[in-house]
Nanobody, 124 residues
Framework: VQLQASGGGLVQAGGSLRLSCAAS????????LGWFRQAPGKEREFVAA????????YYAGSVKGRFTISRDNTKNTVYLQMASLKPEDTAVYYC??????????????????WGQGTLVTVSS
């Protein structure tokens, strides 16, 4: 299984950015794909997740209403559309995959597969 995250960059506060996570190596129908982030000196935290089969979505309170997670079945890709970005959103963003219904979607330890991370920097 490979997860390739991309789309990070430098953006001004209030701006938007879209991250992509290209998944390969297996079918993900019975999986949940999630985004986590880790800021310097902080622990990795949950951002959003999507259940591949149903399209159900889950968000951390800090990003709800600003970020949108979606998937494209034809491209085996998950997206994280980020809007109204704030300096505190600055972090390395990771995509990850876990088997559906195997633990909470916001628990990093439940995710068996991880991408390499992409850096998002929001300037004030």
């Amino acid at each position: 299984v490979q997860l390739q995250a991309s789309g990070g960059g430098l953006v001004q506060a209030g701006g938007s950015l879209r991250l992509s996570c290209a998944a390969s190596g297996r079918t993900f129908f019975n999986y949940e794909l999630g985004w986590f982030r880790q800021a310097p000196g902080k622990e990795r935290e949950f951002v959003a997740a999507i259940t591949w089969s149903s399209g159900s979505t889950y968000y951390a309170g800090s990003v709800k209403g600003r970020f949108t997670i979606s998937r494209d079945n034809t491209k085996n890709t998950v997206y994280l559309q980020m809007a109204s970005l704030k300096p505190e959103d600055t972090a390395v963003y990771y995509c990850a995959a876990k088997v559906s219904n195997l633990g909470a979607v916001d628990s990093a330890v439940r995710y068996a597969y991880w991408g390499q991370g992409t850096l998002v920097t929001v300037s004030s």
